[in-house]
């Protein structure tokens, strides 16, 4: 039989396809409601309300939207990191949101996490780095807290290896994407393995006992022996975690990406057989597979928080983070308190002013209602612990959308307890999205797997 037949179902390592169960695409839920509800209107009253409302531990999330160099795919809210003076404005213009901030804080609030991201933090210097942390020192409580960092390996210099010690960095991610030299060139990263190596030896030698790789499957000209090759070499490396994502093509979204040749990104089919593959290979090598798209070596603490049922989704995805308060610092940074989701002023020169005005900054969000909060959390617990518990209505109201999953044995439905089965990883997104009162096909999001 043909593998056009409508019959004919095809599996790859343990995952049978079905791409009609694919065809929609859908959020990757690093929230709900997702940042597509985000709408535009000054949130500073309510983010200054949520701040005061405060108590207990909170995270910390710093966004420092700038690179040495800006890589095609990325849908990152960056820019060049080019002009001394437009870092050293942008740099202030944070250590000032950094006091206006904690200026709200309740005495008791604790801060147990710091997390840096971009962009790439390692696009100012580490000195700069430094003078942060100690500003955070100054105004916040922190509570011997857990610090990690994003990196860009091409400009990883030693320095930066003594800051991270000397601050105490435990955890950093590096971008890698992809070790093969055609497609880093299709994807604007070039950047060799020695890159890698040289960034991975020196973080070990900091301190760091938590290095994640990201990688991307549906690459230009990637293919499922060259996606291997690239698993084989970070496993080898000696990642605790990797992060194996689907690119998303998105050039309407991200004029950047039009510098991809998309004639040649694989197929739905492709992309489908190399995330079934990746997933055989990396928990082939002794990863557990944490949610749909993270692996993490058993003693990892992400893998044990997938074990224990307390891994969590946040705007940075997977995590061990317990805290259900993330308050986001920069331009573009997004802060998740229980009722309301606010997202600071994304253009650099706007949140210079606004700072400067000595306003915060938020200026997106959504307010979370009570239906949204019992939503999004059947969606976490779907997609964190491969189960949820659905109320009579909601699965009333969803039960014919839930039956194409439930029929292909992907799901199970027990009374009100959903649960998601073995070769359901590539379908989780999907079997959420029937959860999400505001999707309704659009063309925002990228591929389903």
């Not at 998303?248 to 004029?255: E, K, L, S, T, Y």
Request: with cysteine.
């Amino acid at each position: 039989m043909s593998p056009d037949s409508k019959d004919q179902t095809e599996t790859f390592a343990d995952w049978t396809y079905y791409p009609e169960l694919l065809e929609t695409p859908v959020p990757r839920y690093t929230s709900y409601p997702t940042a597509a509800e985000f709408v535009d209107a000054s949130f500073e009253e309510r983010q200054r309300a949520a701040l005061q409302g405060l108590s207990g531990t909170v995270s910390l999330y710093l966004h420092i939207p700038y690179c040495q160099e800006i890589c095609w795919y990325c849908g990152c809210n960056t820019g060049a990191a080019n002009k001394t003076q437009r870092l050293a404005a942008y740099l202030e213009a944070l250590h000032h949101e950094i006091e206006l901030v904690a200026r709200n804080l309740p005495p008791s609030v604790r801060i147990a996490r710091i997390a840096f991201g971009g962009g790439s933090p390692n696009a100012i210097k580490p000195t700069d780095f430094v003078r942060l942390v100690d500003k955070l020192t100054l105004n916040f409580r922190l509570s011997s807290p857990v610090i990690s960092i994003e990196l860009d390996p091409r400009s990883l210099a030693a320095d930066w290896f003594m800051a991270i010690r000397g601050i105490g960095v435990i955890k950093a991610s590096l971008g890698v994407q992809t070790l093969d030299p055609t497609i880093q060139a299709a994807i604007g990263r070039v950047q060799p393995r020695e890159h890698i190596e040289r960034a991975t030896e020196g973080l070990r030698k900091a301190g760091v006992d938590s290095i994640n790789f990201d990688l991307m499957y549906g690459l230009p000209f990637q293919n499922d022996a060259v996606l291997a090759e690239t698993l084989d070499q970070s496993i080898a490396m000696g990642a605790d975690r990797i992060a194996l994502f689907g690119y998303a093509h998105v050039p309407h979204m991200i004029p950047r990406q039009q510098r991809i040749d998309a004639s040649e990104l694989p197929d739905q089919r492709a992309r489908f057989r190399m995330a079934a593959q990746g997933h055989a290979r990396l928990t082939a090598a002794g990863y557990d597979a944490v949610g749909f798209d993270h692996f993490a070596l058993p003693g990892d603490d992400l893998a044990i928080a997938a074990r224990t049922g307390t891994l969590r989704r946040n705007f940075q995805g997977f995590t061990e983070d317990q805290s259900p308060v993330l308050i986001g610092l920069g331009a573009s940074s997004i802060s998740e308190f229980p009722e309301v989701f606010v997202q600071n002023e994304k253009n650099a020169g706007r949140y210079r002013m606004l700072v400067g005005a000595d306003q915060l900054t938020g200026r997106k969000g959504v307010m979370r209602n009570a239906d949204d909060r019992r939503r999004g959390a059947i969606i976490t617990d779907l997609l964190c612990r491969g189960k949820a518990t659905i109320d009579g209505d909601l699965l009333a109201i969803n039960r014919d959308r839930l039956e194409p999953f439930i029929k292909r044995g992907l799901a199970r439905l027990d009374g009100n307890n959903l649960e998601l089965l073995a070769g359901s990883a590539p379908y989780a997104r999907s079997v959420a999205a029937v959860f999400d009162a505001y999707r309704g096909g659009e063309k925002q999001f990228s591929s389903a797997i």
